[in-house]
């Protein structure tokens, strides 16, 4: 399977903590995206970063790639109850048109 | 106004009947997909059009035919529908480019009973 896996399956932290999710694949990458879903809705693109970047950052969102091990990670700093939702990696394979491979995803529960 | 909008939202029907799902972007792109998502929440690319030109064909059963009238429109015919086929099914479109940044509708929700 070409899907990427993300670990943890789930996650339950307290508000104001900082949230850690991973995502591993498997191909060489263009760049690799994070999308939240909040339940009942669809994907939101939250963060690009590219093959050649190693981290990135957007307000509490830090991203880092390191393409050594095919692995990425998505912090959440200062949680809030309004980031409960799952959180999925998508990597952009070299040489693929416009295809997108999504993670397993992590449901993230802030609890308030 | 809804950048991607899908109807129906859901969509409850009985094995073997035929169904449609609509999609429309406003966002002026030139890529439209077609995703499902199962119960896991397992996302699988479907199909993508460009340009009302199919580039993405996954292994998706016959009984599945896209269409694509305008780049603005991706539309979704299933036939002889089957349990199996239950599942949030998603449209998105992205503007071509190495970015390849994707936005989503919010999903049609079909049930086969």
């Known amino acids: 399977s070409q899907q990427g896996e993300e670990d943890p399956q789930a996650l339950s932290i307290q508000e104001g903590e900082n949230a850690t999710m991973n995502c591993s694949y498997k191909?060489?990458?263009?760049?690799l995206q994070w999308y939240r879903q909040n339940s009942g809705r669809g994907l939101v693109h939250l963060i690009l970063?590219?093959?050649?970047?190693r981290e990135k950052h957007s307000g509490r969102l830090r991203v880092t790639l390191d393409t050594s091990k095919k692995s990425s990670s998505l912090l959440i700093t200062a949680s809030r109850a309004a980031d409960t939702a799952s959180y999925f990696c998508a990597t952009d394979a070299s040489g693929a048109t416009n295809k997108l491979i999504f993670g397993t995803g992590t449901l993230l529960a802030v609890q308030p | 106004d809804t950048a991607v909008s899908q109807t129906p939202k859901y969509l409850v029907t009985q094995m073997g009947n035929d169904k449609s799902i609509k999609c429309e972007q406003n966002?002026?792109?030139?890529?439209m997909y077609w995703y499902k998502q199962d119960s896991k929440k397992f996302l699988k690319i479907m199909f993508s059009?460009?340009?009302?030109?199919?580039?993405i064909n996954e292994t998706v059963p016959n009984r599945f035919s896209p269409k694509s009238p305008d780049k603005a429109h991706l539309n979704l015919h299933i036939n002889s529908l089957e349990l199996g086929d239950s599942a949030v099914y998603f449209c998105?479109?992205?503007?071509?480019?190495?970015?390849?940044?994707?936005?989503f509708g919010a999903g049609t929700r079909l049930s086969v009973l």
């Open positions: 970063i590219r093959s050649n970047e």
């Open positions: 191909t060489s990458i263009n760049n």
């Open positions: 998105a479109s992205s503007a071509t480019g190495i970015k390849n940044i994707q936005y």
């Open positions: 966002l002026g792109h030139d890529t």
């Open positions: 059009y460009n340009n009302k030109e199919l580039i």
